[in-house]
């Protein structure tokens, strides 16, 4: 067992937690679980402009609900500006990074000229401290940004823990801003110490955290050599680099990348669409990692299974259909006490929750019980046993078909006798059918289909005793009646 595994996940608050964020998530944790180190949330909240109202708590709340719980954080990036800002200090003191005082409008004509040139654009490095060579003076009315001072040659390697051996020369590699003067009208630190970029910040947070293991999306392939060179630049070369691990975007089912234009993303829209965390943490962790054959596990056992090995190195493809399968299997295994909570909260949703008996527990569990079997969502569940709370509409079919005149008589009877039975319960309701069909010399497949068009609004259910049962015999006998 390697003791000191330290991984962490590193959203930016621009909106929900995004489905490819909450697997890497689940890999760092269940990474970081496998090998009883620490997990660790950080915000990357750098981007203030493009940071939106409650990300932050949707992030949090995401991440509780799916049980990723970590060992420190939230750490949030706008908490540590000044120690960018003394990095980036230290780094231009030691020659590894210098101020650049070009303006946009340089930055453009540069590439403008480049691309006349047929070139492909680059910084050119004018700002850049080489021996012998004289920068020009700094204009006064500029605020220089830092620019990292990347190796002109050479390559950097790694060894992906997904992708495996990867390498990209430093040539294409530019100078990359690494500290920004605050926007006009900032204050406090942001003013004081400037704003990090993205591959700066995680870098110092990365060395600063002790990361040892970093799964992420394999957007940031590109973002990794200069994560290294910066590292390598602060730390010294033969400093120890976090392992970095990319994994593959997830497809849409159309084979297109998961977006929220084709459908649901965050993974509060799956909670509210009545999905279980566990089937979530199941289905996100085959979506580019299995073991063997399993389909179908918990947290304990991912915890216990995940050792980094075996992620996939090209896409999986979201599959609404398979996710249903695994959340049906995640109910019908789940604590009736606990799916008859979260069916509770549809019902009040729904303006049910003060139906008689909508607010007993107990009985929603026994229901729960009864249907769960059938569900591949609570949302499922929760229709079925809305029947007992809501009035139900037969469809015109149903009633012509089951509700006939030869069940009638056999239908006035049991509702008599269920009227009349001393104890409401599944036995004695099973028993009044019974001494109905033989009253009147009907068959079950007759009365039972009629009598569940008539209070369950639709023919086909689990054991109609059982479910009778399940009614306030009030209800029963009024949508009797009806008959
Ligand atoms: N804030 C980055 C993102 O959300 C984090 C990338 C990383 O893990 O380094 O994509």
């Given amino acids: 067992m390697t003791k000191n595994v330290r991984t962490r996940i590193a959203p930016s608050p621009t909106g929900f937690l995004h489905l490819g964020t909450a697997r890497t998530a689940l890999y760092s944790w269940a990474f970081a679980r496998h090998h009883g180190g620490q997990f660790v949330l950080r915000i990357e909240d750098t981007d203030v402009e493009r940071e939106t109202e409650g990300a932050v708590e949707q992030i949090v709340e995401s991440m509780r609900w799916l049980g990723l719980d970590y060992d420190e954080g939230p750490i949030y990036q706008m908490q540590r500006l000044a120690r960018y800002h003394e990095v980036a200090e230290q780094m231009i003191a030691a020659g590894a990074a210098y101020r650049c005082w070009c303006t946009p409008a340089e930055l453009e004509a540069m590439r403008e000229a480049q691309r006349a040139r047929g070139e492909k654009t680059h910084y050119d490095r004018r700002w850049r401290p080489a021996p012998g060579k004289t920068l020009p003076a700094p204009p006064s009315d500029v605020q220089p940004v830092v620019r990292f001072a990347n190796p002109a040659t050479g390559t950097v390697r790694w060894n992906d823990l997904v992708k495996g051996p990867i390498s990209i020369s430093n ?66 070369e033969g400093a120890l680099l976090p392992q970095y691990g990319h994994c593959p975007i997830i497809l849409g089912d159309d084979g297109l990348k998961l977006s929220k234009r084709r ?83 549809e019902l009040i949703r729904r303006g049910l929750g003060d139906g008689p008996g909508a607010d007993d527990v107990g009985q929603l569990a026994l229901a729960a019980a009864l249907f769960k079997d059938r569900c591949s969502t609570v949302i499922e569940l929760a229709d079925w046993i809305s029947m007992i709370f809501a009035k139900v509409e037969p469809s015109a079919a149903d009633l ?45 497949p007759q009365l039972a289909p009629a009598v569940r068009v008539l209070v369950c609004g639709r023919a086909q259910t689990p054991s109609i005793d059982a479910v009778l049962s399940l009614f306030p015999r009030e209800t029963v006998l009024s949508r009797l009646r009806s008959a």
């Fill in 171 to 236: 040539e294409e590699i530019d100078d990359l801003i690494i500290l920004r003067p605050a926007p006009a009208g900032a204050s406090g630190d942001a003013a004081a110490f400037g704003i990090p970029t993205y591959n700066f910040a995680v870098v110092v947070d990365d060395m600063d955290m002790r990361i040892t293991h970093v799964y992420r999306g394999d957007e940031h392939i590109n973002n990794t050599p200069w994560q290294i060179n910066i590292f390598r630049a602060i730390a010294g």
């Fill in 263 to 345: 459908g649901a993303v965050s993974v509060t829209a799956y909670k509210e669409a009545g999905y279980l965390p566990e089937s979530m943490l199941n289905y996100l962790a085959r979506l580019g990692w299995s073991h063997g054959d399993d389909e179908l596990f918990g947290r304990e056992q991912m915890v216990q299974w995940f050792d980094g090995s075996h992620l996939a190195k090209s896409p999986a493809q979201w599959d609404p259909a398979k996710l249903a399968w695994v959340n049906a299997h995640h109910i019908k295994q789940a604590d009736d006490a606990r799916l008859a909570g979260m069916v509770r909260e």
């Fill in 400 to 444: 012509t078909t089951f509700v006939t005149d030869a069940v009638r008589p056999a239908l006035r009877t049991l509702r008599d006798k269920l009227a009349e039975m001393p104890v409401w319960g599944k036995a004695g309701i099973g028993q009044a059918m019974k001494e109905s069909l033989a009253a009147h010399q009907v068959k079950m």
